[in-house]
T-cell receptor, first 113, second 114 residues
Framework: KQEVTQIPAALSVPEGENLVLNCSFT??????LQWFRQDPGKGLTSLLL?????REQTSGRLNASLDKSSGRSTLYIAASQPGDSATYLC????????????FGKGTKLTVNP | DAGVIQSPRHEVTEMGQEVTLRCKPI?????LFWYRQTMMRGLELLIY????????DSGMPEDRFSAKMPNASFSTLKIQPSEPRDSAVYFC????????????FGPGTRLTVL
């Protein structure tokens, strides 16, 4: 059974700092991996999706990497801003035959002005 | 597009009552997902449909939960009878299969069962 873990559960940093969020998964046979952002009281917004054949994806100040063999992904946020404060969730799609996603519990990020 | 629409946004009910949550997916999307989010268990998939057909309901906790998708633009998740442990935020998401795999989430329904 695929399990996804995100450490730390919470992170507080000063504005302008570069930071890395971590995600690990137990079964390396994945179809893709996604990073989502969740603001309080709202739904999830997809940030980046990495296919199993890819090593990384970039969007603006965000860069996500994938190392399937070690069961790890990182989300790098450059020059953090208070507006980046949110909970970041990692989700794995185990296989191509199912659209099911398995989520980690998230890392709550606070960027202090 | 209006995005995924869920109703109600908040629901407070008493134990034993029937609860119906509603979802309208993004027009043109052919897969619809129901998730439940709690502090203890995080975000869990309950069931998903493809072309209105239930594909995977292995996450439905028990017979008290049922979901339907009578057409491409509407789905319901029903809990009967409700229990306090069902209190959670329920999300609906939709996607167009094969078009990038990104799931688009609704704002959620916060359910409180007293």
């Amino acid at each position: 059974k695929q399990e996804v873990t995100q450490i730390p559960a919470a992170l507080s940093v000063p504005e302008g700092e570069n930071l890395v969020l971590n995600c690990s998964f137990t079964d390396s046979a994945i179809y893709n991996l996604q990073w989502f952002r969740q603001d309080p009281g709202k739904g999830l917004t997809s940030l980046l999706l990495i296919q199993s054949s890819q090593r990384e994806q970039t969007s603006g100040r965000l860069n996500a990497s994938l190392d399937k063999s070690s069961g790890r992904s990182t989300l790098y946020i450059a020059a953090s801003q208070p507006g980046d404060s949110a909970t970041y969730l990692c989700a794995v799609r185990p296989g191509s035959g199912s659209e099911k996603l398995v989520f980690g519990k998230g890392t709550k990020l606070t960027v202090n002005p | 597009d209006a995005g995924v629409i869920q109703s109600p946004r908040h629901e407070v009910t008493e134990m034993g009552q029937e609860v119906t949550l509603r979802c309208k997916p993004i027009s043109g999307h052919n897969s619809l997902f129901w998730y439940r989010q709690t502090m203890m268990r995080g975000l869990e998939l309950l069931i998903y449909f493809n072309n209105n057909v239930p594909i995977d309901d292995s996450g439905m906790p028990e017979d008290r939960f049922s979901a339907k998708m009578p057409n491409a633009s509407f789905s319901t998740l029903k809990i009967q009878p409700s229990e306090p442990r069902d209190s959670a935020v329920y999300f609906c998401a939709s996607t167009l299969t094969g078009a990038g795999d990104t799931q688009y989430f609704g704002p959620g329904t916060r359910l409180t069962v007293l």
